[in-house]
């Protein structure tokens, strides 16, 4: 299979997980109206999501020395299909819970294979490249919620329109190999830091990516407009993201990419943040999307790039990284918002931004001394 096949595999995959995650917070609102529940509570969509990437942390290695990428590929994008029904049509509430569960035991198998099978010198750059394009799918996902809960039909049976492309996906044979494996790697206690250290990176990355994908049309709502109308100006920021990925990591001189793109998502959250008129709001959601687009793939590049564990082991740590911080970030901007303001609860992101700036500026790049050829 070639290097260009597996990448639009990838790509598919990563789409229909980008347009189910870009729906989630749409669908907590819309969840909450339908099942009558408080939107607190619906808000552990996200949660159930993480637990996936943390159990698919613990779990994936072992899965891929018994399988080959293609077979995990071809699971993973089954199960995130069953989530994504089950989302759409759940009737009650333990249903709604079950369906985030297996979106993200899905997701994750499918987060877990991206670094793995795009892996190499230019892998943040094609990270960046399958990302944009997922970033471009989750566009659709506010905009057709919005359009069909418009219409008087729930919003959320339009996470029905990931189920084809998964299923597809899960009928085409994929690379038949196990992951990479290292025939030499350095081991000792600095390895381990610079380890943890890009660990840390990828939670503070993916944090202030998912309070974003969480809160912004509950924050839109906050500011006035109906349900219907914050589910299509929801789309901003998966359009600031969209733009942002397709661009690609920013280096100017000495400066890492995650400060560039990161300054600039501190622009966007304070005017999501301080100011409240709605078309403010989403502006200040495209200038955040842009910024926070390169943060994930660059980050989750160095840290799979880094010696001492197999690719394997450490793509698995950035899966729960992805998971620990879903888990934390939304819920701590969630309580938060039950002190003060959401508008000002969104301030959250400026400190995690500012601590992933310092961490990048103490992390140096590292390479291997030899991965073995897939």
Known sequence: MTARSEE????????????LLAGLGACVAILARDLHEPTGRLALLSSAFAVGLVIVAAVGPRLLRAWSIGVVLRAGSVICAVGAALLALAPVYAVVVVGGLCIGL??????????LMLHGPTAAARLSRVNAVSSAAGILAPLTIGLIDALGITGRVAMLVAVPPLLILATVKGPDVVPPVL????????????VALGWL????????????????VARLVDSGLTLAVAALLGSSFPIGM???????????????????????????????????????????????GIGVAPL?????????AMPGLS??????LGALASGTAILITPAALAGLARLVDLRLAYLITI?????????????????RTSVASR
């Open 311 to 316: 690719p394997t082991r450490l793509a698995a």
């Open 183 to 194: 025939s030499e790697a350095p081991t000792g206690h600095a390895v381990g830091r610079t």
């Open 8 to 19: 639009l595999q990838i790509g598919i995959s990563l789409s229909s997980l980008g347009y």
């Open 351 to 367: 400190p995690l931004l500012l601590i992933l700036f310092a961490l990048s500026r103490s992390v140096r790049p590292v390479v």
């Open 242 to 288: 969209a733009v942002g990925r397709a661009i690609g990591p920013v280096h100017w001189r000495s400066v890492p990419p995650v400060v560039i793109g990161g300054s600039l998502a501190i622009i966007g959250t304070l005017f999501v943040s301080l100011l409240n008129a709605p078309a403010l709001i989403a502006l200040g959601l495209i200038i955040a």
């Open 201 to 216: 990176r990828v939670v503070l990355a993916v944090g202030v990516e998912f309070c974003f994908v969480v809160w912004a």
């Open 106 to 115: 899905g997701g994750a198998l499918l987060v877990l294979l991206a670094p």
């Open 296 to 304: 994930y793939p660059v980050t989750l590049a160095a840290l799979v």
